[in-house]
T-cell receptor, first 113, second 115 residues
């Protein structure tokens, strides 16, 4: 079946540190891949996406590259800010079948000033 | 603001009761999805509607049902509530069904507490 595995949290960093949140997936074929972010008390916001191998999604300084060889979609940011504190979800939509998002368990990120 | 609205924001009810959660999709979106977020299960897909028709079902209990109306708003009905149904319920919408319209936009959620 389809599944997404994220690195365990919580993750705590200092402001301006480099961020990596690991995400690997299991799916038939080549799914579309997404990162969503959930700020405290809010719904999920689409952060970035990639639809085919070697695509790089980017937004607000965050980047993730679709790697089919390693079935990964790691989230990176070069210099985090306190305002990046949130829960980050990696997700996929399978190539075939229902267009349902399959989510990882989420990684809580806290940035200290 | 994603353009997806959900009401109510919070709901507190007792075991055995029935509640209805409402969702209005973004203007122009024909697909509506319901997801449940709980501490033990994470984010789980429940059900999808497209232009009034059920399209896909996920881990939705038989006590739960949904529908999408002609004006495209959707309702999720939860009955015979149990303590374990306490969760955040999200609605999401997307333009349609084709490969190029799969981006889903989420509402702020309804927090259900069953006591």
């Amino acid at each position: 079946g389809n599944s997404v595995t994220q690195m365990e949290g919580p993750v705590t960093l200092s402001e301006e540190a480099f961020l990596t949140i690991n995400c690997t997936y299991t799916a038939t074929g080549y799914p579309s891949l997404f990162w969503y972010v959930q700020y405290p008390g809010e719904g999920l916001q689409l952060l970035l996406k990639a639809t085919k191998a070697d695509d790089k999604g980017s937004n607000k300084g965050f980047e993730a590259t679709y790697r089919k060889e390693t079935t990964s979609f790691h989230l990176e940011k070069g210099s985090v800010q306190v305002s990046d504190s949130a829960v980050y979800f990696c997700a996929l939509i399978p190539l075939q079948g229902a267009q349902k998002l399959v989510f990882g368990q989420g990684t809580r990120l806290t940035i200290n000033p | 603001d994603s353009g997806v609205t959900q009401t109510p924001k919070h709901l507190i009810t007792a075991t055995g009761q029935r509640v209805t959660l409402r969702c209005s999709p973004r203007s122009g979106d024909l697909s509506v999805y319901w997801y449940q977020q709980s501490l033990d299960q994470g984010l789980q897909f429940l059900i999808q509607y497209y232009n009034g028709e059920e399209r896909a079902k996920g881990n939705i209990l038989e006590r739960f049902s949904a529908q999408q109306f002609p004006d495209l708003h959707s309702e999720l009905n939860l009955s015979s509530l149990e303590l374990g149904d306490s969760a955040l319920y999200f609605c999401a919408s997307s333009v349609g069904l084709s490969t190029y319209s799969y981006e889903q936009y989420f509402g702020p959620g309804t927090r259900l507490t069953v006591t």
